[in-house]
């Protein structure tokens, strides 16, 4: 522990309290980081590539999830430890960034701290490994570059965009009807995307699910669902052409922010208040009507007298409405989100071709659909299916698709996948090694091999030899100096990750690399831990 | 060196094969426990709370039995979530898709003895799932067209559905009672138009639907109590102290002459209140809210007949079927829809006094009078007559009907076994044991009325073997029978449904390869 002598040989205590912390430090400290790095890497290991199994995951509340996506499974994990929670941490910042290949980076993190673990043992400064590994993760990301292709796609031609969703869905438990969902994917985010300015706002995308039907009966709605119904049960369903007032205050007298009383001490002023409050409903309604509403739509709530003279003039109106979606169909209708009823005029009404409630199932279970916007940018993916979980998963599946498409609308650069841009790296970053002198030749080898574990899972999880698999295939790539060939995970008959079309985007690879070799460079350069201990 | 500790301290992880054996453990003991409620001879179960008074529910119904269980197994709980939505999305069939899945889980799990990878039997039993789907598809009957047809599958249907529930007895009674409720909807699939009241009292034999429309209520009092040619204002108002609104408004008087005159003026307010109302030359007033007594009295006075407090789902079935709108302001009487009846009575069900609405304008909304001899028979048949009403109404919108009685199983069982010589690979293995699941439901059938399975299923087998068979399993008589001239039919919607939600959760659980149980949040003891 922590023990220094003053000059007369006295011991004293540095850290407070300190004999009831424990302390790990030196080459101690970093074996016990490697180890708890790798073990959250061995986790998700088994979920990689197409053939990678879920994880069944009980919350504390007792909620289960079962997934395949390496981010939810981190975050669900309750992590403990701290290095573990390093990894947690980075498959997070992999999801903000990039969307896809979360499981991916964290296996990259853990192959590079074993390889790191073998060097430490052989003496070799960690400082100098970390800085191997950052020549190397540089060499590769160099290398992707250079492999890359471009490719592409317009509104018309859809299939390159895809078949790179295909990619990313053909691991998840939907891999069933990856084409449509893909397709669904791919048309939402063209539907919202800014191919000028080559950036789409996600948040337009509003993926809904609800239990029930099967996977197939899955829809891209070029609009709006709201889980509300209309605020009377006689109001019409359908209204074609909808003017729709987007109104954030409640039907129902005013309430001023200041405080007041309002005396009654007198009839009359009873009266007269009664009338003013018979009014003031009435002046609403009419209010509404007189721009030309034909849909009301309302944050808060109305009262019964309000709701009943809006059925009464034929004024369908939807109550309770969130505030998001408030703000979504705003942005589809092309309407304004109005305050007060004083400054509702017909120029800030929204339009919708069609406004409809349709049910669901056995119980009463209603949404509200817009559809045929006035601007058709704001769009919905409905997602259906068996159970919870399911639906739970869909919409983690759909969010990595949406993520990859709108990643290739940025940069339309892609790799081939099936491991073959990592097998491909690690050649690249082998040969380097040996032109480099000094000691950092041996990280930069080590390198090369943390990144054959990708490929290495890939096929162990698909059920080949791993180990024969990867020789075969790094020959053959080094033989025919192509970089297209890659783990042959579905069995189909062929290595060209280019006729299976495989492919996965380049930014979301290089990222994988680049966050990967970050963290364990942070990892590696601890050499003291402290903690406090248990009891 | 000691392995890190990842996880907080009463977290858990199971890996590989070991997660593997609890959820498919888990899931099996689920299947277990629902099994024996499979099909007509199938046994109850009884549910005791814990909550306050230990209330005890006995039912055949595998969606409200696993609702009630309190499970720690999560892939147990993936099985209970199916149940759940099948009952939301389709109503029946509940057990019949945990049974599904449970027994796909239990050929799964021999597969994966035997070495067969997960995955590989996942992609099996997905072309099975569609191949036993497309099967299915291509003998159903539809009998869309002509409506005498249909109503007699709609009846053979309802009979199917109650003969597994306690209803049994008295199934052609029900099965006649939920036909007629569903024909009424004309085609909508809300079910909350039909009414169920449950009165105990009497045999199962007396339950009756009425055409009209039954609200369990009081007439107030001194009022008519038979009304003809009732015209019936339906309302959502407060009819006790009209409140002010205006937010922050209050009465402060300084005398006790000015409190009477207040009260005065809101006297004055109510009875305009009610002036209008009657205004509108109504002779009924039905309002969901409380009517106080001077409000009562003044109606009385009027000669209207005046019910108080309807609840909000009797409010909008009585505008339903009177076609009149539920109203809340009263300024316009010439505007306001009205609703019309021919007759509004007070009668005596049991020993309780109703109001009876009959002769009613649109014929979308009646009532279902249920009797019995105990609370647990009435709530029981309701969920009975509910599982019935549901299946109806979802046959409706899609009309398409299948044979029941075990036969789309084997159906299925059949082509699913063709498709499985036909596969190469590994993955014939998981088309096989997917046919082995399908047979069995009719086995669990069998079983559970106390017939000879083995031999029942394979004479079964060999009659599914000619064209067109429409062989199935004849629980009462103990027999291989013909379904057709049975009349037992089932939905084809309820039953592809059962068929992919099964398939979609055993697909779920067998790609679990670790299961990692967060620690449980801690909760402050009360005690």
């Known amino acids: 522990m922590a023990l220094a002598f003053d000059e007369y040989g006295r011991p004293f205590i540095i850290l407070k309290e300190q004999d009831q912390k424990t302390r790990l430090r030196g080459i101690e400290a970093q074996k016990a980081n490697i180890s708890a790095g790798k073990a959250v890497a061995r986790i998700l290991r088994t979920s990689l590539g197409p053939k990678g199994m879920d994880k069944m995951l009980q919350s504390p509340d007792g909620d289960v999830t079962i997934t395949n996506d390496g981010a939810t499974i981190l975050e669900q994990m309750d992590v403990d430890n701290q290095i573990a929670k390093l990894m947690v941490e980075l498959s997070r910042s992999q999801d903000y960034e990039i969307g896809d290949g979360t499981t991916g980076v964290v296996v990259m993190a853990g192959a590079l701290l074993e390889q790191a673990e073998h060097l430490l043992e052989r003496g070799i400064h960690p400082i100098r490994i970390a800085e191997g590994y950052e020549m190397a993760s540089r060499i590769a990301v160099e290398h992707l570059e250079h492999i890359a292709q471009k490719f ?8 390159p965009l895809v078949q790179t969703c295909m990619t990313t869905l053909s691991s998840k438990i939907v891999n069933r009807c990856k084409r449509p969902l893909a397709e669904i994917s791919v048309k939402a985010v063209l539907s919202v995307a800014d191919l000028e300015r080559k950036d789409v706002n996600l948040d337009l995308i509003k993926v809904e699910g609800k239990v029930g039907g099967k996977l197939e009966d899955t829809e891209l709605i070029y609009g709006i669902t709201v889980d509300k119904d209309m605020s009377h049960p006689q109001m019409p369903k359908q209204i074609q052409d909808a003017k729709i007032a987007i109104l954030t205050c409640p039907f129902e007298p005013p309430k001023p922010k200041t405080k007041h009383k309002v005396d009654i001490d007198t009839v009359e002023k009873f009266q007269t208040l009664r009338q003013q409050e018979q009014k003031y409903f009435d002046d609403m309604v009419q209010k509404c009507k007189d721009v030309g509403a034909t849909l009301v739509i309302c944050q808060w709530g109305f009262d019964d007298e309000a709701n009943h003279l809006l059925m009464h003039r034929n004024l369908p109106a939807v109550r309770w ?86 990643n290739l609308i940025r940069n339309n650069s892609i790799v081939y996948g099936g491991g073959s841009a990592e097998i491909s790296c690690s050649i690249a970053v082998e040969a380097a090694a040996d032109k480099h002198p000094g000691v950092e030749q041996y990280a930069i080898r080590a390198f090369a091999d943390a990144l054959d574990s990708v490929p290495m899972a890939l096929a162990e999880n698909s059920g080949l030899q791993p180990i024969e698999t990867l020789s075969a295939v790094k020959s053959q790539q080094i033989k025919e100096n192509n970089p297209h060939f890659g783990i042959d995970c579905n069995d189909v008959g062929t290595n060209d990750m280019r006729e299976q079309n495989v492919f996965e985007t380049l930014i979301g690879k290089q990222q994988q690399i680049l966050l990967a070799t970050q963290v364990v460079k942070m990892i590696l350069k601890i050499d003291d831990v402290i903690s406090p201990s248990d009891f | 060196m000691a392995i890190e500790k990842i996880l907080k301290d009463d977290a858990s992880e199971e890996k590989g094969e070991r997660a593997r054996m609890a959820s498919f453990v888990g899931a099996i003991a689920i299947t277990d426990l629902v099994k024996t409620t499979l099909g007509p001879k199938g046994m109850d179960k009884i549910l005791q709370s814990t909550g306050r008074g230990h209330g005890v529910t006995v039912t ?105 529930k306690i209803l049994s007895q008295d199934k052609e009674h029900f099965a006649q009672l939920a036909v007629d409720a569903v024909m009424r909807l004309k085609g909508s699939t809300n079910l909350e138009a039909i009414q169920i ?159 009876h609405f009959s002769g009613v304008e649109m014929g979308q909304a009646c009532t279902i009078v249920l009797r019995g001899a105990s609370h647990h028979v009435l709530d029981e048949a309701e969920r009975s007559l509910h599982d019935a009403l549901c299946v109806l109404s979802q046959t409706v919108n899609d009309t398409r009907v299948l044979l029941g009685g075990g036969w789309p199983e084997m159906v299925m069982a059949k082509e699913v076994d063709e498709l499985a010589r036909k596969t190469p690979g590994k993955k014939s293995h998981a088309i096989e044991a997917f046919s082995r699941a399908l047979v069995a439901i009719p086995t669990i059938i069998a079983d559970n009325a106390g017939l000879d399975s083995a031999d029942l299923v394979a004479q079964l087998r060999a009659a599914h073997h000619k064209e067109g068979c429409n062989a199935g399993i004849d629980v009462i008589s103990g027999s291989v029978g013909d379904m057709a001239e049975l009349g037992i039919s089932e939905s084809f919607k309820v039953k592809q449904a059962v068929l992919l939600s099964a398939t979609e959760a055993a697909e779920m659980i067998l790609r679990v390869d670790e299961i990692i149980t967060c620690a449980p949040r801690q909760r402050e003891d009360r005690m």
């Open chain 1, 152 to 159: 592409d796609f317009g509104p018309t031609n859809i299939e």
């Open chain 2, 60 to 164: 055949n119904d595998g969606a409200t039995i696993l609702k009630s269980l309190h499970i720690d197994n999560p892939a147990a709980k993936v099985l209970i979530d199916i149940s759940k939505v099948q009952d939301d999305e389709v109503g029946d069939g509940t057990t019949s898709v945990v049974v599904l899945a449970g027994e796909l889980l239990r050929e799964a799990e021999k597969l994966v003895a035997a070495k067969i990878h997960p995955m590989t039997i996942i992609s099996g039993y997905r072309m099975a799932a569609e191949c036993a789907r497309n099967a299915l598809s291509q003998r159903v009957v539809d009998n869309k067209e002509n409506a005498e047809k249909f109503k007699s599958d709609l009846m053979k249907i309802a009979r199917t559905t109650l003969s597994s």
């Open chain 2, 197 to 355: 009241i449950k009165k105990p009292g009497g045999s199962l034999m007396d339950s009756f639907l009425d055409e009209g429309f039954i609200l369990d209520k009081k007439i107030g009092l001194g009022q008519p109590k038979r009304i003809e040619n009732a015209k019936i204002l339906v309302a959502n108002t407060a009819m006790d102290t009209d409140k002010v609104k205006i937010y922050g408004a209050r009465v402060r008087v300084d005398s006790m002459s000015k409190v009477a005159e207040i009260e005065g003026a809101e006297k004055e307010k109510m009875r305009e209140k009610v002036q209008k109302i009657i205004a509108h030359g109504i002779n009924c007033f039905v309002n969901r809210q409380l009517i106080y007594n001077f409000p009562e009295e003044l109606f009385a006075d009027a000669g209207v007949l005046a019910i108080e407090h309807a609840d909000f789902d009797g409010i909008e079935r009585l505008a339903l079927v009177t076609g009149g709108e539920i109203a809340s302001t009263f300024d316009n009487p010439e505007s306001v829809k009205i609703g019309h009846c021919k007759l509004i009575e007070e009668i005596m069900i049991g020993e309780d006094k109703s109001i």
């Open chain 1, 321 to 406: 409405v969130g505030g998001v979606e408030l703000e979504l169909i705003a942005i589809a209708t092309g309407g304004r989100i109005v305050p007060r009823f004083q400054e509702l005029t017909p120029e800030k009404l929204g339009r919708a071709g069609l406004v409809r409630e349709k049910s669901f199932g056995t119980t009463k279970d209603k949404m509200l659909y817009i559809e045929h916007c006035a601007n058709s940018r704001a769009v919905t993916i409905f997602i259906r299916g068996g159970n919870k979980m399911m639906i739970e998963e869909t919409k983690r599946s759909i969010h990595d698709a949406l993520c990859v498409a709108r």
